[in-house]
């Protein structure tokens, strides 16, 4: 079993930032490639980013790449999603997911193929 635990969003307006942390506990983290995704009001969960288990590699969804900025700090079981220039469109309920890292390049994207989730954390963005 894995442990998440987001935190960091809030009520922002357009053009702040956010940075949103997920941290874990259980199983050895590095066996995980670390996703985020979220979900706003009457829509399908979507992808927003992933980031390999040794950090290295990264993959954006078109609409956040140049804004959002995920890492991931494996001493410490945190994974971090960096939001700036953020927008309305953004407003979600944010979740860090952990995906077996040997799935990492082909099922990223997949939220159906993630292991573990966490509870997720609001964020809103005013105009």
């Known amino acids: 079993q894995v442990q998440l635990v987001e935190s960091g969003g809030g009520l922002v307006q357009a053009g702040d930032s956010l940075r949103l942390s997920c941290a874990a506990s259980g199983r050895t983290f590095i066996n995980y490639a670390m996703g985020w995704f979220r979900q706003a009001p009457g829509k399908e969960r979507e992808f927003v980013a992933a980031?390999?288990?040794?950090?290295?590699?990264?993959y954006y969804t078109d609409s956040v790449k140049g804004r959002f900025t995920a890492s991931r700090d494996n001493a410490k079981n945190t994974v971090s999603l960096q939001m700036n220039s953020l927008k309305p469109e953004d407003t979600a309920v944010y979740y860090c997911a952990a995906l077996s890292r040997v799935l990492f390049s082909v099922s990223l994207r997949d939220p159906n193929k993630y292991d573990y989730w966490g509870h997720g954390t609001q964020v809103a963005v005013s105009s």
């Open positions: 980031i390999s288990w040794g950090g290295g590699t990264a």
